[in-house]
């Protein structure tokens, strides 16, 4: 079981870009997918995009023209930038390993947009 | 991609079962085996119940099934105890290659 952490600020201005790092270790980030999820509060779970150990990616389709993931082997990270935000992207953000399923999750990080 | 379609709530008395269905379409569910259940309970991160359908993880308890019948899913939790009160989230991946959720279930342990 690895274990992973997510990092950045917790308050971000609308129209100005979200950005969330993901700290993973107790293993190596090789041979797996790397996920984002967020939830709103007192919603459901979304995906938000995947990233594989040798940089391929894939985003949300509503979120795709606004969403970097990109990773960072050496440093065992894995980041996610979300651009243009606005009061519909406050969620818990979620970084895990996997794609479906995702064996191992981060305990999250409120992330609220406001001025 | 619309979202996987899940009751909102469900509930059962202990000792009982329940059974939870995620529907889906023949691009994600029904398409694929790589459908994942999820157990949340208030302020922490999802954990892992099922994956590929019907596999469960190492540790999960046995009380805890997955199976599938064309398009959907379904979680089945059977000797249902107090702490299996929590929201269950099932998810797929899609033919497009992106990851689709379902709307979350309320479980109710009466």
Known sequence: ?115 | QSALTQPASVSGSPGQSITIPCTGTSSDVGGHNYVSWYQQHPGKAPKLLINEVSNRPSGVSNRFSGSRSGNTASLTISGLQAEDEAHYYCNSYTSSVTVVFGGGTKLTVL
């Open chain 1, 1 to 115: 079981q690895m274990q992973l952490q997510e990092s950045g600020p917790g308050l971000v201005k609308p129209s100005e870009t979200l950005s969330l790092t993901c700290t993973v270790s107790g293993g190596s980030m090789s041979g797996y997918f790397w996920s984002w999820i967020r939830q709103p509060p007192g919603k459901g779970l979304e995906w938000i995009g995947f990233i594989h150990y040798s940089g391929d990616s894939n985003s949300n389709p509503s979120l795709r023209s606004r969403v970097t993931i990109s990773i960072d082997t050496s440093k065992n990270q894995f980041s996610l930038k979300l651009n243009y935000v606005t009061a519909a992207d406050t969620a818990v953000y979620y970084c895990a390993r996997g794609r479906v399923p995702s064996d191992d999750w981060g305990q999250g990080t409120l992330v609220t947009v406001s001025s």
